[in-house]
Nanobody, 124 residues
């Protein structure tokens, strides 16, 4: 079964940090771009970050630029999202998704596989 599994979410105080992970099972990530998206209650899903298949090309939403960092380890079949200086408005369910492409990152990729999401809550 082809799956993406997110982990690392939780409750953190404003200004704190969390690291989310996206692990694949049933397929290898190294031919896929990986995107992170988030959705807060009552809001539309928002693109957060993207990394291309090789890890050389990375994109970030303006709302997280300078605070979040994405990386991948294809040998371990995993992608990480490092989130620093977290704000209450970062609270959401975070999802990773895979797009089978070797093109540079683009939010409009056909994201074929999605994880189940992990909750991030930033609150004092």
């Amino acid at each position: 079964q082809l799956r993406l599994v997110e982990s690392g979410g939780g409750l953190v105080q404003p200004g704190g940090s969390l690291t989310l992970s996206c692990a694949a099972s049933g397929f290898t990530l190294d031919d896929n771009a990986i995107g992170w998206f988030r959705q807060a209650p009552g809001k539309e899903r928002e693109a957060v970050s993207c990394i291309n298949y090789s890890g050389v090309n990375k994109n970030y939403a303006d709302t997280v630029k300078g605070r979040f960092s994405i990386s991948r380890d294809n040998a371990k079949n995993i992608v990480h999202l490092f989130m620093n200086t977290l704000k209450p408005e970062d609270s959401a369910v975070y999802y990773c998704a895979a797009a089978p492409t070797k093109r540079l990152c683009d939010w409009i990729f056909k994201w074929d596989f999605w994880g189940q999401g992990t909750q991030v809550t930033v609150s004092s």
